[in-house]
């Protein structure tokens, strides 16, 4: 009768099992499923309790997302169902294993009783995904755990752990563990019954407003403004529970509704939801399935103690993993395992580590200055300086000592990694593996697989990279591969348009108006103009037909301005504020009239298209030369590297809302309109004509 839900009689209970792998998504099936057991334990007279769990699975993890973006809702909705089930006349006792999240603890809230299990994670993470609680959430929490509480559980979107959950009435048991969660909740039924209690306890917070202070959302909201600056969803959730505390459930109830289905139809919950789901799509690369054996890294070499080895040996350590550091001078060596001190001792200090727990990472550490002490290492991660020179000696040397079968990575971020794999005999061991400073807190990982890199080896290194906490992305092998490719035509326009009229405060500020974390001329400021520099290096032979090209940043560099490490750059600081610097304005303007370029007054859009188109260009001729393998995985790497907003779902996304027709047409405007240098950075990419051509409105290869 049932595909999805286990029904069980077990005397006067009827235990209803959530069988829906993964994670109990409350799809359509499921919710018409549980509705009907609802029903039938409902109408059966031997019964007299219900018990609800998750059959072998968590308890549920929501709404299922993919049903977001379908038609209507399938009935039974899910707040429909929800309220027919608060609506019980038998006692019904959520047993929560796992994960209750979103409309998962909505469910579990319709119930009247909840236990949970000492693993269990419970919450509300709609916001995350610019929505807020749509059945029930909103109008339940506040009368179980009080207003202000449920509103900082809904902003926050954090899972509570099960002792909070009982602390603030929640959870009304704890099992004594997962194991025996069913027993237990069977348990708490039938003590139930024996009680004589109710189906539906009195709410402990009846009337939750009543406790708040007259103006306590207009004041909340006030408190807010800079964080929620451009985000809708908060403002939604305190309308919803502004009606929770001045309406009955049943005024309350529809109003949630509305306000969910506005959050749902928001171009930032569909971008927040794209996101969510590209991330689980950038794990899955053609040709590679579950079964594919991976190498197993037991110990991992880094070589390199500057900044970014240092940080790439944390994030091992931080696993548990033991790490052998090596440098070549025995200084440089002492200085790199001391800043790994530090930075530990920091977190320790911020109380999210033990003195212990420093003792015990540092202890996974050893440092040496002998490569022989390498030869045992599974996987081998190069963080040395940025050239082929170097790079050729470090492998060269690491194809002699190394194990068969050891992984030698690369954590270029533009070198070529099939040149790298050319320096070692065994090109199908050698990947890259692009960390982003600093390595042990950025969670991006790109993921270059060489012409010959091995499907084994890729796989362990997407497995590995997530056991680490990153946010693995595949590249192919190019200039820059996803990232730093794109970030060179997207800083570029914001450096020609110095020179043509725009001044960096002005650049910066369209894109910091936009929602980026940065301006791109302020973020070369922070990374330093002198990596932007050499960076470019491999570039600048190819790029002297633009005599324009970066020359303001060139003659900063030349006068040793490279940004807030040498108090000046593209602006001046002095401490923590940021100036203007007349001397950058001369300079571009100097620079103009050398090479005859016009100086004019340039518009907040001019500056937008500019930058952002030859972004979106470059992302779709990425996607177009197969180095990354959908657009999802780009957007992922300019919202998670690059502060690209969310909100706006990364860029190729962005393009799609901005329309493909108007990139187009923006790129071929700007093709003509600035003459040669037009006619040289304007092409548009060709997948992005084709695509218009054809009437598309996304983004995907052809
Ligand atoms: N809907 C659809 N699919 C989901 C899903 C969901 N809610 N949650 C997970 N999946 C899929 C996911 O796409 C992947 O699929 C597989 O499950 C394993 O997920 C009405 C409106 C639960 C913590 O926001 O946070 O309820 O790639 O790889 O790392 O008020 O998934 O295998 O094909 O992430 O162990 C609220 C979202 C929804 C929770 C598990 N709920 N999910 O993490 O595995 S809105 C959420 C997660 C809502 C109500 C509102 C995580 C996880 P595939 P995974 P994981």
């Given at each position: 009768?049932y595909?999805?839900?286990n029904?069980?009689l ?8 959530l069988g829906?792998a ?23 007279p ?5 018990v609800v769990y998750?059959?072998g699975?968590?308890f ?7 049903e ?15 309220i027919?089930?608060a609506?019980?006349d ?17 469910l579990?809230?319709?119930c009247?009783y909840?236990i ?6 419970l ?20 009368r179980?755990?009080?207003?202000e509480t449920?509103?900082d559980i809904i902003l926050s ?12 009435g929640?959870l009304d048991?704890?099992?004594a563990?997962?194991d025996?969660l ?5 348990a708490?039924?039938?003590?139930l019954?024996?009680?004589g209690?109710?189906?539906q ?9 009543d ?10 909201t006030?408190g ?5 600056k451009?985000?809708?969803a908060?403002?939604?959730?305190i309308?919803a529970v502004r009606i ?11 109003r949630e ?5 506005e959050?749902m139809?928001?171009p930032?919950?569909k ?13 899955k ?6 079964s ?23 994030n ?11 440098e070549?001078?025995r200084e ?7 800043q790994i001190r ?16 420093v003792?015990q990472r ?7 200055l002998?490569?022989?002490?390498l030869a045992?290492?599974d ?8 050239s082929?020179?170097v ?5 060269a040397?690491?194809?002699?000592v190394?194990?068969?079968?050891a992984?030698?990575a690369?954590?270029t971020?533009?070198?070529?990694v099939?040149q ?5 005999r065994?090109?199908q061991?050698?990947i890259?593996l692009h960390?982003?400073?600093p390595?042990n807190?950025?969670r991006?990982l790109e ?7 091995a ?10 990279g997530?056991?680490?906490?990153k946010l693995?992305?595949v590249?192919?092998?190019c ?6 490719r ?6 570029r ?5 110095l020179?043509?009229?725009?001044t960096?405060a002005q ?25 932007g520099?050499?960076i ?7 790029l002297?037909?633009?005599p ?9 560099y030349?006068l ?5 490490k040498?108090?000046r750059?593209?602006y ?7 100036q ?10 100097r ?5 005859g370029?016009q ?5 907040d859009q ?6 952002l188109?030859?972004?979106i260009?470059?992302?779709i ?6 180095i990354?393998?959908r657009?999802g ?18 860029p ?7 329309g493909l ?11 003509a309109q ?5 006619e ?7 997948l992005?004509?084709r695509?218009v051509?054809t009437?598309?409105?996304?983004i995907?290869k052809?």
């Amino acid at each position: 009768m049932y595909t999805l839900i286990n029904y069980l009689l077990d005397n006067e209970l009827a235990l209803i099992g959530l069988g829906r792998a993964p994670v109990n998504a409350l799809g359509h099936t499921l919710r018409q499923e549980l509705q009907a057991a609802f029903r039938q334990a409902s109408a059966d007279p031997a019964v007299k309790a219900m018990v609800v769990y998750g059959h072998g699975l968590p308890f549920s993890a929501g709404a299922d997302l993919a049903e977001f973006d379908g038609a209507a809702f399938a009935t039974p909705s899910l707040p429909d169902l929800l309220i027919e089930l608060a609506g019980s006349d038998k006692p019904m006792v959520a047993a929560i294993g796992g994960l209750a999240l979103g409309g998962g603890l909505e469910l579990a809230m319709a119930c009247g009783y909840r236990i949970g299990e000492s693993k269990a994670r419970l919450g509300l993470p709609e916001i995350t995904l610019g929505l807020l609680p749509g059945a029930g959430g909103t109008q339940r929490l506040p009368r179980l755990v009080g207003a202000e509480t449920a509103l900082d559980i809904i902003l926050s979107g954090q899972p509570l752990r099960p002792e909070r959950a009982l602390e603030l009435g929640l959870l009304d048991r704890l099992a004594a563990s997962a194991d025996t969660l069913l027993d237990d909740a069977r348990a708490y039924a039938r003590e139930l019954l024996q009680a004589g209690a109710p189906a539906q306890p009195a709410a402990p917070h009846a009337a939750p407003g009543d406790a708040l202070p007259a103006n306590y959302f207009t004041a909340y909201t006030a408190g807010k403004a800079s964080q929620w600056k451009g985000q809708l969803a908060p403002h939604l959730v305190i309308e919803a529970v502004r009606i929770a505390c001045e309406q009955p459930l049943e005024v309350g109830l529809p109003r949630e509704l509305e306000l969910f289905v506005e959050a749902m139809e928001s171009p930032q919950s569909k971008a927040l939801r794209h996101l969510f789901f590209a991330e689980r799509e950038a794990a899955k690369v053609p040709g590679i399935d579950a079964s594919l054996p991976l190498r197993p890294i037991k110990k991992v070499a880094v070589i390199g103690a500057g900044t970014m080895g240092g940080g790439i040996a944390m994030n091992f350590v931080n696993i548990g993993m033991p790490v052998v550091l090596l440098e070549q001078k025995r200084e440089a060596l002492d200085r790199g395992l001391a800043q790994i001190r530090k930075n530990y001792e920091i977190t320790a200090k911020r109380g999210k580590l033990t003195q212990e727990q420093v003792e015990q990472r540092m202890a996974l550490l050893a440092g040496t200055l002998d490569y022989a002490d390498l030869a045992d290492a599974d996987l081998v991660i190069e963080a040395v300086f940025e050239s082929m020179e170097v790079k050729r000696q470090v492998f060269a040397t690491l194809d002699e000592v190394c194990k068969p079968g050891a992984i030698l990575a690369t954590n270029t971020s533009t070198l070529d990694v099939d040149q790298i794999a050319a320096f070692t005999r065994r090109p199908q061991d050698v990947i890259g593996l692009h960390f982003f400073s600093p390595a042990n807190v950025m969670r991006l990982l790109e993921v270059v697989r060489g012409k010959q890199t091995a499907l084994d080896v890729l796989a362990t290194a997407l497995k590995l990279g997530k056991q680490i906490g990153k946010l693995p992305v595949v590249s192919g092998v190019c200039y820059g591969f996803i990232g730093n490719r794109m970030l060179e035509p997207y800083a570029r326009e914001a450096h020609r348009l110095l020179l043509e009229g725009a001044t960096p405060a002005q650049v910066d500020r369209v894109l910091t108006d936009l929602g980026l974390a940065m301006g791109v001329l302020s973020m070369y400021d922070l990374v330093g103009i002198d990596v932007g520099y050499l960076i470019r290096t491999p570039l600048r032979e190819s790029l002297a037909s633009d005599p324009s090209y970066y020359r303001v940043s060139d003659e900063l560099y030349a006068l040793g301005r490279l940004g807030q490490k040498t108090g000046r750059g593209m602006y001046i600081y002095e401490g923590r504020e940021r100036q203007d610097d007349p001397e950058v304005l001369a300079i571009a303007e100097r620079l103009a009239a050398e090479l005859g370029i016009q100086r004019r007054e340039i518009t907040d859009q001019e500056i937008h298209d500019r930058c952002l188109f030859a972004l979106i260009n470059e992302g779709i001729q990425i996607l177009d030369e197969g180095i990354a393998l959908r657009a999802g995985d780009i957007d992922l790497v300019w919202t998670c590297g690059y502060g690209f907003p969310t909100v706006l779902g990364g860029p190729l996304h962005y393009a799609e809302d901005l329309g493909l027709e108007r990139v187009l047409a923006g790129l071929r405007q700007y093709r003509a309109q600035l003459g040669a240098y037009g006619e040289q950075w304007f092409q548009p990419a060709a997948l992005l004509e084709r695509l218009v051509a054809t009437g598309q409105t996304r983004i995907n290869k052809q």
